[in-house]
């Protein structure tokens, strides 16, 4: 939705590609921490192994997998900036939208949240 909102195309690859918004890992660790919560209480081991499974998916949704994106912007530039006849010049560009900002993460669980209760 957010490819055919800004840009004013239809993407599918979106719908099952990495990064951008909304963020279907931390959406699925959220729901599974808010379940857990509701059924077996926020006091239990259970709630406790799955917020960490949250938070744990969240830090790299919004660290490793982020750094890793922009990571590959740059290369993809150096590479595209090459020479023609340099071997490299041919080669397929990185994948780019791999982690998310971390107004993405927060905005997506505030969502699934609201969601999950309703």
Known sequence: MNCRYRE???DPKRLIGS???PSSHSATVTALAVAVGLHDGLGGSSFATALILAIIVMYDATGVRLHA???????NQIVYELPA?????E??????L???TPP???FHNLVDLI????
Do not use: F
Not at 115 to 118: G, K, Q, T, Y
């Open 19 to 21: 990064g951008g918004m």
């Open 91 to 96: 080669r397929m560009p990185l994948h780019e």
């Open 69 to 75: 994106g922009r990571q590959a912007e740059v290369l």
């Open 104 to 106: 993405q993460v927060h």
């Open 115 to 118: 969601c999950v209760l309703c």
């Open 8 to 10: 004013h195309r239809w």
């Open 85 to 89: 006849e340099h071997p490299l010049a």
């Open 98 to 100: 791999l982690g998310h």
